[in-house]
């Protein structure tokens, strides 16, 4: 499936079960999930290097990495 496909689907899945999340927040959890799927790792740069778009690979490494550090995000209950 293409990513785009792929990021729609999880997008409307997740919006169907946590509806009161911030949207940035619902966003990066689908990057995240993608990420790991794509490449059949949990290391962030990994991750990283799975999503597209024109922002630096140390840019969405950080950025995945703030979404897990949020306190707001309890990622196990997601």
Same mark, same amino acid.
């Given at each position: 499936?293409?990513i785009?496909?792929?990021?729609?689907t999880?997008m409307r899945? =997740?919006c169907?079960?946590?509806?009161?999340?911030?949207i940035?927040?619902q966003?990066?959890? %689908?990057?995240?999930?993608i990420g790991i799927?794509k490449s059949? /790792?949990v290391y962030l740069?990994?991750?990283?290097?799975? =999503?597209p778009?024109?922002?630096?690979? %140390?840019?969405?490494t950080?950025?995945?990495s703030?979404f897990?550090?949020? /306190?707001? %995000?309890? %990622?196990r209950e997601?």
């Amino acid at each position: 499936m293409p990513i785009n496909e792929l990021y729609h689907t999880w997008m409307r899945r =997740i919006c169907e079960l946590r509806p009161g999340q911030r949207i940035t927040q619902q966003r990066n959890f %689908v990057w995240l999930i993608i990420g790991i799927t794509k490449s059949h /790792s949990v290391y962030l740069s990994r991750i990283a290097g799975k =999503i597209p778009g024109p922002a630096k690979l %140390v840019s969405i490494t950080r950025r995945l990495s703030r979404f897990l550090d949020n /306190s707001a %995000v309890n %990622v196990r209950e997601w």
